[in-house]
């Protein structure tokens, strides 16, 4: 349609005009210390001392929900490859032996997933685990700043752009030949981004994506696979990609080049729910037996 490119850059131009500034105070919180290489114990420990003084900062500032979230995350029996409490949070939380996995999901969220909303993404990735089975892992990468869905960020590129290097970071760490990246909403722009320079993954896998943050087929070699549920709001969102403006190509659109699976009828927040039809096919799809 000749006039979807105009009114994606109207509703772009109209939610920027009017989003309200955001009134929330950041969470104070120190510099990490750098954590051991390797995907060891010792690195585990390392980020959980970074966990606790985030929180006693916290804690001292009067921030008492953010303190109590950091003292939960600090937990001896969780695990993290990185942590830092500043400018919204970073974080990558491991489920399952990452070391010996034949097989590791990432999870790489959408927007208004943080460290004060991390709870609906870490059950995410214990559904998705608890399906996989014991020889896989599933690490939640919550690797950059989201942006707000109702926010001017989420409109553009950018956000993106600065994911890019962290998650191709964390791919080549864990050898791309055996990570399927599993990228919702926002995030499957962020996995479009990313994708030229992932090296050989698994599977990229965008569900209920807002677009593939290009305008062209994703230039990888790894089979990308797409799904939306018929209940996702997201299906809504003009899709065009125009002077870093816009998320891009549907991913279920013939021109984005992917694979098409069943997604069900749930929502947009239902993809990874325990039971449910997209979770079912995503694990299959990261085992091999799609």
Same mark, same amino acid.
Do not use: K
């Given at each position: ?29 120190? /510099? ?117 869905? &109702? ?30 990246? &599993? ?51 997201? /299906? ?40 449910? &039809? ?13």
């Amino acid at each position: 349609m000749p006039f979807r490119p105009f009114r994606a850059l109207l509703t772009a131009l109209v939610a920027t005009s009017v989003a309200a500034p955001m009134s929330s105070s950041e969470v104070p919180a120190p /510099a990490p210390v750098r954590p051991p290489e390797g995907l060891t114990e010792a690195r585990y420990a390392a980020v959980r001392q970074d966990i606790r003084a985030a929180g006693r900062m916290a804690a001292e500032h009067g921030h008492a929900r953010r303190a109590q979230a950091l003292r939960a995350m600090a937990d001896p029996a969780r695990r993290f490859l990185f942590f830092d409490g500043r400018d919204g949070g970073r974080t990558a939380e491991v489920f399952g032996d990452l070391a010996g996995a034949e097989r590791v999901a990432v999870l790489v969220p959408g927007s208004d997933t943080g460290l004060d909303r991390y709870a609906r993404f870490r059950a995410g990735a214990q559904a998705l685990h608890r399906e996989l089975g014991g020889r896989a892992a599933v690490v939640a990468w919550l690797g950059y700043r989201t942006p707000e869905t &109702l926010g001017a960020a989420v409109l553009s590129t950018h956000r993106a752009d600065e994911a890019v290097p962290p998650l191709r970071a964390l791919v080549r760490e864990l050898g791309p030949a055996r990570v399927s990246l &599993l990228c919702h909403s926002y995030g499957a722009v962020v996995c479009g981004r990313a994708a030229p320079g992932l090296g050989p993954v698994a599977n990229i896998v965008l569900y209920g994506g807002a677009g593939t943050g290009t305008t062209t087929p994703l230039r990888t070699s790894a089979p990308v696979w797409a799904a939306r549920a018929s209940g996702d709001w997201i /299906a809504y969102v003009p899709h065009v990609h125009f002077l870093a403006l816009g998320p891009g190509l549907d991913p279920l659109s013939p021109e984005s080049g992917t694979r098409t699976f069943p997604a069900g009828d749930g929502g947009h927040s239902d993809y990874l729910r325990p039971g449910s &039809l997209p979770l079912r096919n995503i694990a299959a799809i990261v085992t091999g037996h799609a």
